[in-house]
């Protein structure tokens, strides 16, 4: 394996080697030192014959002497002169002696030159290594794309799973890629923009790598905020310097992740917006109007809020083709859930199908982060393999957060916490169509969780009837009911129990038209596109009167307080089954919902014993 061994340059080397400049000079300047002597010691060795001739400047005096030794050896010698009739003196001892004109001009040309050119030389260098780590003025018209060559990209659509019908898609664009003929043949071109919409972690960046991957061509990957600088018109030059690079590298894709932070409607509110942006923006379209899509520049870009987009990027001819990315259902899962179990080398007898129905609504990124979670955590408890037990661990972290055993909590409210859990079981056992309880835990998770309750569904569900969701709603206030009938008081640990319950019980009477006094009317106002509604506040309240708004919410509070009896009711009759299960909870902090279901079976078969008899 070849290693490429990278040598970093340090501004170290080039203090060392000015220093070792200096110190040659300065040891030649010793090799070959010519003498400063006085000049009254030059007019004493002038007397005395030891003088042998001169040559005499403005200033200087400087020339050859007599060593001291008396032999035949002369010395370089230099004084300051002081006397304006030297020459008198030379001719009176008979020295040679010849006036020179000093020439300066190269001395004082290099003592500007060499200087200036050291700075700019460090200039450079320290220029060039700020640019490096964060690209400057210099480069802020070139696109900050990450190019991967085809041979870099090792992503193919076997590490895509659940999401089938988006690879179905994106087959057409992989065959185009490939066999560009035979579609010019009909007279057909391929979509010039495709846009991957979904919700955050369905796997849109993966997606496209593997549409290059799989097509064997170059990919260029982008977020839609690198185009957006400080200096105007930067952004726009950007996207002229990708697109011109794209042709060139032709066949190839441009991928644009996270396009709302460039693509948003323009003229937000009527007053202009971010001139930038937009500069940017109608860059882009004019980029995606002229560029011809038979050369083989596809534009791919992924966006989780498709409801922003400016009208333009949508229109036929640019971005044309929308490809749902969206969460994978329980078979979308199980793909996933196989390609991550691959990874882990040490994997216990695992039910991936049991393990995916744990999961519900969960992306495909959350699934990799479940899995790579469990691993740590058989690491952490020295586990010889990774065992159904941490994946249980693992989903209750991602949903839950992280359990806090060292958190003291006094009697009273273990107590409290306890009975509110346990409340949210048993109704939530009692009524027909709610999920199955898997655990009950009073140990504290999250930032403020005291408590938790899971129920995992059977299977995926799309629709939700009435009596389903009232049913989630007696379960959800199920705990503030077992609070009060145990400890004829409340505490603030439903709170977030009464906003959930509030949520459901209002969409039901304004969006899903389940009120009889209300009737079957949408009052819920959706945003719409800025071009339909200019000048209207987005956020505006729905169009219906103040005698509606009352009837909403009475019909919210009967919903409230009818499920909440409900619930007193169901708990009421199950007081004994409840007060047993709490003894077994604080005890064990943890217990299993099959353990609750078949307390509430002996029960009943005691009952209707005692009845028969």
């Given amino acids: 394996m070849n290693i490429e061994k990278r040598h970093k340059v340090s501004i170290w080397y080039v203090l060392i080697a000015i220093w070792g400049v200096l110190i040659f000079q300065n040891y030649l300047a010793s090799t070959y030192a010519t003498q400063t002597i006085p000049y009254s010691q030059f007019v ?136 560009p003929d035979k579609y010019l043949e009909f007279g057909g071109s391929l979509p010039k923009g495709i846009l991957l919409v979904g919700p955050p972690g369905t796997g849109k960046t993966l997606l496209a790598k593997a549409v290059a991957g799989e097509s064997h061509v170059p990919f260029f990957s982008i977020s839609g905020s690198e185009f957006v600088e400080l200096f105007v018109g930067m952004g726009a030059a950007r996207v002229r310097d990708l697109f011109d690079q794209a042709s060139t590298n032709a066949p190839c894709i441009v991928f644009i992740d996270e396009l709302d932070a460039l693509g948003k409607v323009r003229g937000f509110g009527g007053a202009g917006g971010h001139d930038e942006r937009e500069q940017t923006l109608n860059q882009l379209l004019v980029e995606m109007d002229g560029f011809d899509p038979n050369v083989g520049v596809i534009l791919m870009a992924a966006t989780n809020r498709p409801e922003v987009l400016d009208p333009a990027l949508l229109r036929p001819g640019r971005f044309d083709r929308q490809v749902l990315v969206d969460r994978p259902d329980k078979q979308g899962r199980i793909a996933i859930l196989q390609v991550h179990l691959k990874k882990v080398k040490k994997l216990g007898d695992i039910d991936v199908e049991e393990l995916a129905g744990m999961t519900p609504g969960m992306a495909g990124a959350d699934l990799a982060s479940l899995v790579n979670e469990a691993t740590l955590l058989a690491v952490r408890n020295r586990k010889k393999t990774v065992e ?61 969780a005291l408590g938790y309750t899971m129920q995992v569904p059977i299977e995926d569900r799309f629709l939700m009837t009435k009596t389903e969701l009232l049913g989630k709603i007696a379960t959800l206030l199920g705990g503030r009911a077992a609070e009060e009938m145990i400890f004829q008081d409340v505490s603030t640990g439903a ?62 509070r009967s919903i409230i307080d009818q499920q909440y009896t409900i619930a007193m009711k169901l708990l009421n009759e199950k007081r004994k089954i409840l007060e047993e299960a709490a003894m077994e909870l604080l005890e064990k902090e943890k217990i299993e919902g099959s353990y609750l279901e078949e307390l509430i079976r002996q029960k009943q078969t005691a009952q209707e014993s005692g009845g028969e008899s």
Avoid: C
């Avoid at 696109?143 to 019908?165: L, R």
């Avoid at 409340?423 to 655990?439: F, N, Q, R, W």
């Avoid at 209300?518 to 596109?529: H, I």
């Fill in 495 to 556: 709170h977030n129990d009464l906003a959930k319950a509030t949520n459901i019980a209002r969409s039901m009477v304004t969006e899903y038209g389940m009120s009889d006094k209300a009737g079957q009317v949408y009052y819920k106002n959706e945003p719409q596109a800025m071009f339909l509604q200019q000048g209207l506040n987005r956020n505006a309240i729905g169009e219906y009167s103040d005698e509606t708004a009352r009837i909403i919410d009475q019909e919210v």
């Fill in 388 to 448: 159904k037990e941490q994946f249980e661990e693992a989903v209750e972290r991602l949903v839950a957060g992280l359990e806090k055993k060292n958190r003291l909590i006094n009697p009273k409210e273990r107590r409290i916490v306890a009975y509110h859990e346990l409340g949210h079981a048993l109704v939530a056992l009692s009524l027909p169509g709610t999920d199955p309880v898997k655990k009950i835990t009073i140990v504290p998770r999250g930032i403020a």
């Fill in 44 to 179: 004493q060795k002038l007397k005395q014959g030891k003088i042998i001739e001169v040559s005499i400047t403005e200033k200087i005096i400087q020339g050859l002497m007599k060593s001291e030794t008396g032999s035949d050896q002369q010395t370089s010698f230099r004084t300051v002169r002081v006397d304006p009739d030297t020459s008198e003196l030379l001719d009176k001892y008979q020295v040679n002696y010849a006036a020179t004109i000093e020439s300066t001009f190269f001395r004082d040309l290099l003592s500007w030159i060499l200087p200036v050119l050291l700075f700019v030389g460090i200039w450079f260098f320290l220029m060039k290594r700020l640019s490096a780590q964060q690209p400057g003025f210099m480069t802020l018209g070139k696109n900050k794309a990450k190019v991967h060559k085809q041979e870099d990209i090792n992503v193919s659509f076997e590490d895509v799973a659940g999401v089938d019908e988006a690879v179905a898609e994106l087959v057409e664009v992989i065959d185009f890629l490939k066999n």
